[in-house]
């Protein structure tokens, strides 16, 4: 892998079954609204040895006419709902800024976490995104520092951390330390942490 | 590459195998590590199909079932 730019990785490894899920699943996504990549997923898209059940993306707030025609593509694709299925009651989700999965039909896991960004700090993924460009595709992806700082001083689980080693260890001369403690300093005046 | 190292501390061996894993994929091709990670990430995939909880289940464990869900 290599970055092409400061906000660019090309990324030459051959996709995983998991991999063309998210870039089937995104096509859509993109389509309406902008979205952003974060948490595991991005770790394990650049090599984390681990499983996931759930890859976790940000979307900007969108309307509801947008948000049902969306939802009404996916199913289209053959992905469901897993929270709810008519447009009322998968729109209740969105309006109460609640996570709502998507997985292929008759599946519950690998699904899309799909999360409206509310809060300063999620919407501020959608300034510093970084874009993967990969052999069938691009995704849009948080930031290298963003991810580390949340995952090493937020979430602290021993997955998180080592996710976060693992992104530490691939992109150790590419990180900007000082984003990564501003990041820790954001995340402890946005969600108290010590 | 060093060679992997090992730890009698569950943790530490986990952690000595990230770092290990990762000077790999630094110090091969996208299309080797690729290789090796797609063929693991592909069997998880393959056990995927066969989860036996429901939707509902599933949300009941991350605690995210809302109202009333209309999946059974």
């Keep these: 892998m290599e970055f092409v730019d400061d906000r660019t990785i090309k990324l030459n490894k051959?996709?995983?079954d998991l991999d063309?899920?998210?870039?089937r699943f995104i096509r859509i996504i993109e389509k309406y609204v902008e979205y952003v990549i974060i948490s595991g997923y991005v770790a394990i898209l650049f090599g984390r040895s681990r499983g996931t059940e759930d890859v976790d993306l940000f979307i900007r707030p969108i309307t509801e006419d947008k948000f049902i025609q969306l939802y009404h593509h996916l199913k289209a694709d053959g992905f469901w709902c897993l929270n709810a299925e008519s447009d009322n009651g998968v729109y209740d989700y969105v309006k109460?800024?609640?996570?709502?999965?998507f997985a292929l039909k008759n599946q519950t896991i690998p699904n899309f976490e799909v999360k409206v960004a509310r809060k300063k700090l999620d919407l501020q993924v959608f300034n510093d995104f970084i874009t993967v460009k990969t052999v069938?595709?691009?995704?849009?992806i948080s930031s290298l520092e963003r991810q580390i700082a949340f995952k090493k001083y937020y979430l602290k689980s021993d997955k998180d951390l080592?996710?976060?080693r693992h992104v530490e260890n691939i992109f150790k001369e590419h990180l900007n330390k000082e984003k990564i403690k501003k990041y820790k300093h954001d995340i402890g005046q946005e969600y108290g942490i010590s | 590459m060093e060679f992997l190292k090992s730890s009698p501390d569950n943790r530490q061996a986990r952690l000595l195998f990230v770092d290990y894993w990762a000077d790999f994929i630094r110090t091969h091709p996208d299309e080797e590590w690729g290789r090796q990670h797609t063929n693991f990430i592909n069997s998880l995939m393959q056990n995927a199909k066969h989860y036996p909880l429901t939707a509902k289940q599933y949300l009941e464990i991350k605690e995210e079932v809302?109202?009333?869900?209309?999946?059974?």
């Design chain 1, 136 to 140: 069938s595709g691009k995704l849009n």
């Design chain 1, 20 to 23: 063309l899920l998210v870039l």
């Design chain 1, 162 to 164: 080592e996710d976060a």
């Design chain 1, 96 to 101: 109460e800024w609640i996570a709502l999965r």
């Design chain 2, 66 to 72: 809302k109202k009333e869900n209309l999946h059974p």
């Design chain 1, 14 to 16: 051959p996709l995983s």
